[in-house]
């Protein structure tokens, strides 16, 4: 196969071409899913969208349905006609962006593939919080996609205030990079647009009503997105934005709009924990104790990290309380496994002693 403008204009990458070659059937070719709803999906090959549904043997043979196709995806789809492809198979992704869905349970959901960089939208008035913002930089490194912060709606803060503002976000993260902007005044925006890269994937990731889709309108310069109407506090809470969509803009930059997230759970105690908190990291190796609880071990490097104040005393509740939340969620998960292991084995022997009888 040969790799057309199209395709490396959206972002394919050379390393899938093997896949490519062997998939079968034989009139697929590849196209990145651009728009996720429900049950129906769109393709792009950069020239057009097609919608498309899943086939049959994709949709019920995956064992997650973290496998089935996402936003950012690159798939391989049979073409029908203008109005219709099938999707076959979902090719390896480069990158993956999940989260822990709402509630009890511990399953994951896949929120869109193959993003180069998250941006953490955060609005500088009440929705700024650095604690939701360590949840962010921690589901977007164990995705290992790189974070970039951006703070919204800069025209509702005074100028000589910004400052601090950035000063908070590196104390939570030294060295991410940090870009603040007002959609309504316009100022900063070219800022987040220089620092798009053609042929690049990413992200809008933020609470609902920070302003993700009146940015990306500002952006590709036409209102593309349906943003808030109303201002008034009684419409917080409700999505504007419903579906995952690619975006392509004339800078040849992709941008994925996602729904404001209301709940944010953690994936693993992986790397993302310890990317995000390096600090606390360090300290805990220092400990006298491997299983130290640093409540109130002789020896331990974090609670004299703490009188002395070294270590921030909120980074370090933070810490605790996002690990403990991994570690259950991955006990969760243990236990899901073994379940289903034990189930395996008894549907196996329940189907031999049917077959003897
Ligand atoms: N003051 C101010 N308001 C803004 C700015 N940008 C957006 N808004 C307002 O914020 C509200 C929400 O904007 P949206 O772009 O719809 O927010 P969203 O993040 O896409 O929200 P969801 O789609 O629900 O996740 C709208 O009423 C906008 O007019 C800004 O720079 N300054
Ligand atoms: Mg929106
Ligand atoms: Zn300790």
Known sequence: ????????????????????????????????????????????????????????????????????????????????DSSLAIIHKVLPRKTILKRKTPGKKV???????NIDVALLVQSLDDDFSLRRLERYLIMTREGDIEPVVLLSKRD????????????RVRDVSAEVKVISFSSETGVGVSAVNSFLESGKTYCL????????STLLNELAGDEIMETREIRASDSKGR??????????????????????????????????????????????????????????????????ALENGELDNDRFESWQKLR????????????KRKRDKKLGKLYKSVQKNNAKR
Request: glycine share 8%.
């Open 239 to 304: 999505h504007t934005t419903t579906a995952r969509q690619l975006i392509i803009l004339d800078s040849g930059a992709m941008m994925i709009d996602t729904p404001g997230m209301r709940e944010l759970g953690n994936i693993g105690v992986g790397a993302g924990i310890a990317e995000t908190f390096p600090e606390v990291q360090e300290l805990e190796r220092d400990c006298r104790y491997n299983d130290c609880s640093h409540q109130h071990e002789e020896g331990c490097a974090i609670l004299k």
């Open 205 to 212: 990731l933020g609470s609902s009503g920070v302003g993700k």
């Open 1 to 80: 196969m040969v790799l057309n403008n199209y395709l490396k204009q959206l972002g394919f990458e050379r390393s899938l071409m093997d896949e490519v070659d062997s998939s079968i059937p034989g009139t697929c070719v590849p196209v990145r899913v651009s728009q996720v709803q429900k049950e129906s999906y769109f393709v792009t090959d950069g020239n057009r969208e097609v919608y498309s549904e899943v086939a049959g043997r994709l949709m019920y043979g995956v064992d997650s349905p973290l496998h089935l196709p996402v936003t950012g995806d690159w798939v391989m789809a049979q073409v029908m």
């Open 156 to 167: 509702l803060v005074a100028e000589n205030e910004l400052d601090s503002w950035i000063a």
């Open 107 to 113: 399953e994951f959901q896949a929120i869109a593939a």
């Open 324 to 335: 403990r939340e991994s570690e259950f969620n991955e006990m969760s998960m243990l236990e």
